[in-house]
């Protein structure tokens, strides 16, 4: 690991100035980043540590909706009854993302900038244009099980490792930031994240020096919210594929209620997943193949077909296509139950 110098600020406003230094950065549980920086994939000069900053309370706000500071614990906001209740696809996320030693350390802002986790990103030998633009993309041709299937492009394949954020996704979540003028401003989540394109080594839409300090949740939708993981093992793994689901039904006269869907209607329904690109993935074209249409596997298999058809294989993960479906099928069908029972 490189030399580094370090300090410890209180308050946003200060971090936000030390950060404008030369070389800095911000650093929190260090889950992710002190790996990066013991192989100097990540070669800070100075390391702002913003851990204690008092961003670590979840609000009520009075629109109905939940703010969550941005330094609070994962394993927090799993826990938080109004999380649980109101976001419980939120909750699945976390608890999906990390064994409970890795929750009580990561925070918020944190979880939605950690680093991919593709391999060759990590090998310093191999060519990586995210790790060093330019070098070229080994995992193109090479060992790409767990790599993307959309919106990927000839300079990077890479997914984006976070369950959390898939889920903020779905729950249409925006983000806070302080940039290094003191001005604040919020960005969608949707539109936090970039795809590669010639540059995958930039990830956000984040400003030098920028920094999180909340994520805002809108009132929570109507209807059953679901989060669905599929990988290799069942801890200390990232998704292969996973689904963040909210959808609403309408019911059908004459259903029979309690057992299945049957005569409902899907009312309203958003989608979103990880482990398949660079970024979080709603995808509006299931969603739209969703409403009002009869909640049954034969509209959940067209909308799975609707999500994938721009898809693409690397060879090694052309799996995850048909997992994909497959997973939000299954997800659906769970998620209309629920709305239905709800
Ligand atoms: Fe690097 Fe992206 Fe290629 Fe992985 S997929 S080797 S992160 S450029």
């Given at each position: 690991?490189?030399?580094?110098?370090?300090?410890?600020?209180?308050?946003?406003?200060a971090?936000?100035?030390?950060?404008?230094?030369?070389?800095?950065?911000f650093?929190s549980g260090?889950?992710?980043?002190?790996?990066?920086?013991?192989?100097?994939?990540?070669?800070?000069?100075?390391?702002?540590?913003i851990?204690?900053?008092?961003?670590?309370?979840?609000?009520?706000?009075?629109?109905?909706?939940?703010?969550?500071?941005?330094?609070?614990?994962n394993?927090?906001?799993?826990?938080?009854?109004?999380?649980r209740?109101?976001?419980?696809?939120?909750?699945?996320?976390?608890?999906?993302?990390?064994?409970?030693?890795?929750r009580?350390?990561a925070?918020?802002?944190?979880?939605?900038?950690?680093?991919?986790r593709?391999?060759?990103f990590?090998?310093?030998?191999?060519?990586?244009?995210?790790?060093?633009?330019?070098?070229g993309?080994?995992?193109?041709?090479?060992?790409?099980?767990t790599?993307?299937?959309?919106?990927a492009?000839?300079?990077?394949?890479a997914?984006?490792?976070?369950?959390?954020?898939?889920?903020?996704?779905a729950?249409?979540?925006?983000?806070?930031?302080?940039d290094?003028d003191?001005?604040?401003?919020?960005v969608?989540?949707?539109?936090?994240y970039?795809?590669?394109?010639?540059?995958?080594h930039?990830?956000?839409?984040?400003?030098?020096?920028?920094?999180?300090?909340?994520?805002?949740?809108?009132?929570p939708?109507?209807?059953?919210?679901?989060?669905?993981?599929?990988?290799?093992?069942?801890?200390?793994e990232?998704?292969l594929?996973?689904v963040?689901?909210?959808v609403?039904?309408?019911?059908?006269?004459?259903?029979?209620?309690?057992?299945?869907?049957?005569g409902d209607t899907?009312?309203?329904?958003?989608?979103?997943?990880?482990?398949?690109a660079?970024?979080?993935?709603?995808?509006?074209?299931?969603?739209?193949s969703?409403?009002?249409?009869?909640?049954?596997m034969?509209?959940?298999r067209?909308?799975?077909?609707?999500?994938?058809?721009?898809?693409?294989?690397?060879?090694?993960n052309?799996?995850?296509?048909?997992?994909?479906?497959?997973?939000?099928c299954?997800?659906?069908?769970?998620?209309?139950?629920?709305?239905?029972a709800g």
């Open positions: 690991m490189r030399p580094f110098t370090y300090e410890r600020v209180t308050d946003a406003r971090a936000v100035a030390a950060a404008s230094r030369p070389g800095a950065k650093i260090g889950t992710n980043l002190l790996d990066l920086m013991k192989l100097e994939i990540e070669r800070p000069a100075h390391l702002v540590d851990s204690r900053l008092p961003l670590g309370t979840i609000e009520e706000l009075p629109d109905g909706g939940v703010r969550i500071g941005a330094q609070t614990a394993s927090d906001v799993a826990a938080d009854a109004r999380v209740t109101a976001y419980p696809v939120l909750s699945e996320a976390l608890v999906a993302g990390a064994p409970g030693q890795l009580n350390m925070s918020v802002g944190g979880n939605l900038l950690q680093r991919t593709c391999p060759y990590y090998y310093t030998d191999s060519g990586c244009n995210k790790r060093d633009p330019g070098s993309c080994d995992a193109i041709g090479g060992f790409n099980r790599h993307a299937i959309l919106g492009s000839d300079a990077c394949i997914t984006h490792p976070s369950d959390m954020a898939v889920a903020m996704t729950l249409e979540a925006r983000i806070e930031l302080l290094a003191g001005s604040v401003r919020t969608a989540i949707g539109d936090f970039r795809l590669p394109g010639d540059t995958p930039i990830e956000t839409v984040l400003r030098p020096g920028e920094m999180i300090t909340g994520v805002v949740l809108p009132p939708p109507p209807g059953g919210q679901l989060y669905r993981k599929i990988r290799d093992r069942a801890s200390y990232f998704a594929v996973s963040a689901v909210v609403s039904t309408d019911a059908g006269t004459g259903a029979d209620r309690g057992t299945a869907t049957d899907v009312a309203d329904a958003r989608v979103a997943f990880g482990g398949v660079h970024k979080p993935w709603r995808s509006l074209a299931a969603e739209d969703l409403r009002e249409r009869p909640a049954t034969a509209t959940y067209a909308a799975a077909e609707a999500a994938m058809r721009d898809a693409v294989g690397q060879g090694g052309d799996f995850k296509i048909e997992l994909a479906r497959r997973t939000l299954r997800t659906l069908d769970e998620a209309a139950r629920a709305s239905r």
